[in-house]
């Protein structure tokens, strides 16, 4: 069984921010809620200035589940974390619980109402019929039922961004980190959110990438 | 007459019991269609069958290598 995971590759990452326009596009997310943004991080330090993609990382042991008052969220069995916008009071609880900033609220209104909470789906869309009018609605495209991936990757222009079973991902992003390690270049072995998300790689877990980071 | 009033009473009972206090148990998620059955639209890729869920896998695994292009420029 594929476990669905994403890997952000800093050395690749050139912020060009086509992942997040992608997202956007594909699912027609309203102004203000951004699934997936690029952050950079140390950020006026020469040579140490990277950009990495960050959107929900679908967490093994999700803390937004944990969280959640009315339990909306729920598992896929490819390790996807989804979530019932017919069930979420929009309470913001995972937001606070969430270590990526995923969750996000909807303000329309003259209040600033805070309405459903909205965050990405890996591309497989909510507990509607799959490619429906309905789900697209709420939750936008359901790629994965199409027999895609995220289209975030998939439109990443330099594939920092990977998606898909984390033993294929993590066979690519290994074989990079050995390649530039091969010529000289930095290695670039940190994995962005992978301990936080996934756990620290086991001993006997041969599928794990080099160098995983929180 | 007891028996009747007994019968009477204890229909009562179970009346109010029916219309008892609704559950407040937390609800359970809706359960969702699992991906590889397919979405109904003419988006899906024409490379696997929806439905199956071997197929469905073998298609993803194809589509994630397409990401590496050390492989691609092989």
């Known amino acids: ?214 | 007459m007891r028996v009747t009033k007994a019968i009477i009473s204890l229909s009562f009972i179970f009346g109010l019991v029916a219309c008892s206090e609704n559950s407040q148990a937390l609800k359970a998620s809706k359960s969702d269609v699992a991906a590889y059955q397919g979405a109904k639209n003419g988006f899906v890729d024409k490379n696997w069958t929806p439905g199956d869920k071997t197929s469905w896998e073998k298609q993803l695994r194809v589509r994630a290598q397409i990401q590496d292009e050390y492989t691609r420029s092989k």
């Not at chain 1, 960050?54 to 969280?67: F, K, N, T, W």
């Not at chain 1, 209104?109 to 789900?135: I, V």
């Not at chain 1, 530039?180 to 959110?193: E, I, L, N, Y």
């Open chain 1, 1 to 214: 069984m594929a476990r669905m995971k994403f890997i952000c590759d800093a050395e690749r990452c050139i912020e060009c921010n086509g992942c997040v326009t992608a997202c956007k596009n594909e699912h027609e997310v309203p102004w203000g809620v951004n699934r997936r943004r690029v952050v950079t991080i140390n950020d006026g330090e020469i040579g140490a200035e990277k950009s990495i993609s960050v959107a929900c990382m679908h967490c093994s042991e999700a803390p937004c589940m944990a969280v959640c008052p009315v339990d909306c969220f729920y598992r896929t069995d490819e390790g996807v974390v989804l979530h019932s916008k017919d069930t979420c009071i929009g309470c913001g609880y995972c937001s606070y619980a969430c270590p990526f900033g995923a969750p996000q609220f909807p303000s329309q209104g003259t209040f600033g109402l805070r309405g459903k909470m909205d965050k990405c789906t890996f591309c497989a869309g909510g507990p509607e019929e799959n490619g429906s009018k309905a789900e697209f609605e709420k939750y936008g495209r359901n790629r994965l039922s199409e027999g895609k991936l995220p289209a975030c990757a998939e439109m990443c222009s330099t594939k920092a961004l990977l998606a898909g079973d984390g033993d294929v991902i993590s066979d690519i992003f290994r074989n990079r980190v050995t390649n530039r390690q091969t010529h000289g270049k930095a290695a670039g072995g940190d994995v962005f959110g992978w301990g936080t998300a996934y756990g620290k790689p086991k001993k006997d877990d041969k599928a794990a990438p080099t160098g995983a980071k929180s």
